[in-house]
């Protein structure tokens, strides 16, 4: 079975794990201009989801915060909404994952770093996709791969 993780947004990155195997693909999210910003490329992360036969995509969960002026939440909430309303309609199950629960279990805080070289530490054969700080991104999509996978049954049965 396979398992995708996503930490979403413009520099956001999607990582697909085999159950039995671990991760096998570490992607920046596919993002195409849209006028003055940018958008989620729904058609390249469609096929990606149907080649790697991803069975599962846990996505974490989005908010707005205090702080994210009226255009950058609503950009934000845009491209959740399409990698939620992507994975659905290709038939595929979802979960989101609050940050505070999958980084709870991984026992990381809010540095980007420190996810980084946690990263690194479960999966050294990644180092090519996870060599600078700004592959942050990528490192928290691996994680929350983690997380799903070690929580494969329950995410399955709907009791998380």
């Not at 255009?71 to 979960?95: C, E």
């Not at 592959?135 to 049954?153: F, P």
Request: hydrophobic share 45%.
């Amino acid at each position: 079975m396979i398992l995708a993780g996503v930490d979403p947004g413009i520099s956001g990155a999607a990582c697909a794990f085999d159950l039995t195997t671990g991760p096998i693909d570490l992607i920046d999210l596919p993002i195409i201009p849209d006028g003055k910003g940018k958008q989620l490329d729904v058609q390249n992360w469609s096929q990606w989801l149907h080649r790697l036969n991803v069975a599962r995509v846990v996505i974490e969960s989005q908010w707005v915060r205090p702080e994210d002026g009226a255009v950058g939440a609503f950009r934000s909430g845009m491209l959740f909404g399409q990698l939620r309303a992507t994975v659905q309609a290709n038939g595929i199950s979802l979960s989101t994952v609050t940050p505070v629960r999958w980084k709870g279990y991984l026992e990381l805080t809010s540095d980007k770093e420190q996810s980084r070289l946690v990263a690194l530490a479960k999966f050294p054969q990644l180092e090519p996709k996870l060599l600078r700080k700004k592959d942050h991104n990528r490192a928290e999509a691996v994680l929350i791969t983690l997380w799903g996978a070690v929580h494969w049954r329950g995410l399955a049965a709907g009791t998380l």
